[in-house]
C-alpha cells in the first residue's frame, strides 16, 4: 500500500507529491490527465516568480519535478469511488475506473474542477470559434469587437468590466432578476458606457454560419419574448463544477460539490485530505492549488507520524 495516495494530477496534485516524496513515504498520483486545467491554458502571468509562461510548459515543468523523485505516476486513471478505511489507521481503498484498487494509509483529493457549460445549442459548435471561459486568457483576441458574457455572478461582472476595456461592447446576460454581484463590482459596471445589462434572459442559442459564432439568442423569461444579439464573441460564466461526483457517498461536500476541508486540508475522513479547485479554499489558481497541495501533503504526513507503530 502507499502512504499517500494523491488522486489528480494538476498543480494541487503534483505539489502534494513532491512534498511528500520528499519525506521518503511510498507516493502514488493517479490522474486522468496529468497537468489538469492548466494543460489548457495558455498564457500564464500571475504564477510567482516567472513573468510569462504557457500551460503545456508548465505541466511539462511540474510532471518533471515530479518524476525527480520516487513517485509512482498512474496517468489516464479515473478514480471512481473511495471507501474510506473502517478504523483509524486502517487503509482507503480507491477504485478505479477499469477495475484495479489502490489502497493507501493517507488520500490526498486534487481532482479539481470544470467550467460549468450552459449546454444549448451550438455552445460546443462554437467552442473555441467564439465561444469562450476565459477572459484573462481570450479577451484579447476580441479587441474592438462585441462579446456577451453569461451571468451575473461576481466572475461575470468581474469578466465584463475586464472586457469593457478591451472590446468595442459587451452585453451582459443574467438568468435572474438581478445581478448577483458585490454592489461594489455592480456600480463599476454601472458606470462604464460601453455595457449593456439584460437580465430576466435565459439563453436558449449560440448561433453562426457553421465556421463563426454571429451571435446568440435569449428568452425574455418576463415577457416570454425571445431576441437576437449579434457578437463575434461569448463568455460564459456560470461557475466551476468541482469534480467530486465520485465523492458523495465518502466524504462531506457541500451543496455546491466542494470538498470541506479544515485549514490543515483534512477532510471529513480521518486520514482523507483534499487540495485545489476541487475544495471549500476560495480563488481557484495555480499558486493557491499548489500551496494547499503542499499544506495537505504535509498534514497527511503528520498524521502517519502519529499512527502506532505496527
Ligand atoms: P486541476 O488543474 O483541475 O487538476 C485536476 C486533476 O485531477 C487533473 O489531473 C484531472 O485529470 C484529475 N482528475 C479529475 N477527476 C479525476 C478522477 N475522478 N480520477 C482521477 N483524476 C481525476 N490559474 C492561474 O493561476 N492563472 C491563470 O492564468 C489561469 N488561467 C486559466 C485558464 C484556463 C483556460 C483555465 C481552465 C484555468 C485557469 N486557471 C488559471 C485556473 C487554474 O488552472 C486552476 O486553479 C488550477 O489548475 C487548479 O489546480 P488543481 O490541481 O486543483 O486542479
Known amino acids: ?12 496534485g503534483a505539489a502534494s507529491a513532491i512534498y511528500a516524496a520528499r519525506k521518503g513515504i511510498r507516493t502514488g498520483i493517479a490522474a486522468e490527465r496529468f497537468g489538469g486545467q492548466v494543460l489548457d491554458t495558455m498564457a500564464i502571468e500571475n ?5 510569462h509562461t504557457e500551460g503545456p510548459r508548465l505541466v511539462a515543468q511540474l510532471e518533471q519535478h515530479v518524476k525527480d523523485y520516487d513517485v509512482d505516476i498512474m496517468n489516464l486513471q479515473r478514480a471512481e469511488k473511495l471507501i474510506p478505511a473502517r478504523s483509524e489507521g486502517g487503509l482507503h481503498e480507491v477504485k478505479l475506473a477499469g477495475g484495479a484498487s489502490l489502497k493507501a494509509r493517507t488520500v490526498i483529493l486534487s481532482t479539481g474542477a470544470r467550467w460549468r457549460q450552459m449546454n444549448v445549442p451550438g455552445e ?7 465561444v469562450t471561459y ?4 481570450d479577451g484579447p483576441l476580441f479587441k474592438g469587437k462585441r462579446v456577451a458574457v453569461i451571468g451575473g455572478g461576481n466572475s461575470g461582472v468581474e469578466a465584463a468590466i475586464d472586457l469593457a476595456g478591451i472590446v468595442a461592447h459587451v452585453t451582459l446576460i443574467e438568468f435572474d432578476s438581478d445581478l448577483r454581484a458585490d454592489a461594489v463590482l455592480q456600480r463599476k459596471l454601472a458606470s462604464l458606457p460601453n455595457v ?4 430576466s434572459a435565459l439563453t436558449t442559442e449560440v448561433i453562426g454560419d457553421g465556421e463563426k459564432l454571429s451571435g446568440l439568442v435569449y428568452k425574455d423569461r418576463n415577457h416570454d419574448t425571445v431576441h437576437e444579439v449579434a457578437l463575434e464573441g461569448i463568455f460564459v460564466q456560470i461557475g466551476l463544477v468541482p469534480n467530486t461526483e465520485w465523492l458523495r457517498d465518502s466524504i462531506a461536500l457541500t451543496n455546491r460539490g466542494e470538498i470541506e476541508v479544515d485549514h490543515r486540508g483534512e477532510t471529513s475522513q480521518r486520514g482523507i485530505f483534499a487540495a485545489g479547485d476541487c475544495t471549500t479554499v476560495p480563488y481557484k489558481q495555480i499558486v ?3 500551496g494547499e497541495g503542499s499544506k495537505a501533503a504535509l498534514s497527511a504526513f503528520d498524521y502517519l507520524i502519529r499512527l502506532p507503530a505496527a
Open 47 to 51: 504564477f510567482i516568480s516567472i513573468s
Open 124 to 130: 460546443n459548435e462554437y467552442r473555441n470559434k467564439g
Open 196 to 199: 449593456k445589462v439584460i437580465t
Open 134 to 137: 476565459c477572459p484573462h486568457c
Open 1 to 12: 500500500p502507499f502512504d499517500v495516495l494523491v488522486i489528480g494530477g494538476g498543480p494541487a
Open 288 to 290: 493557491i492549488a499548489m
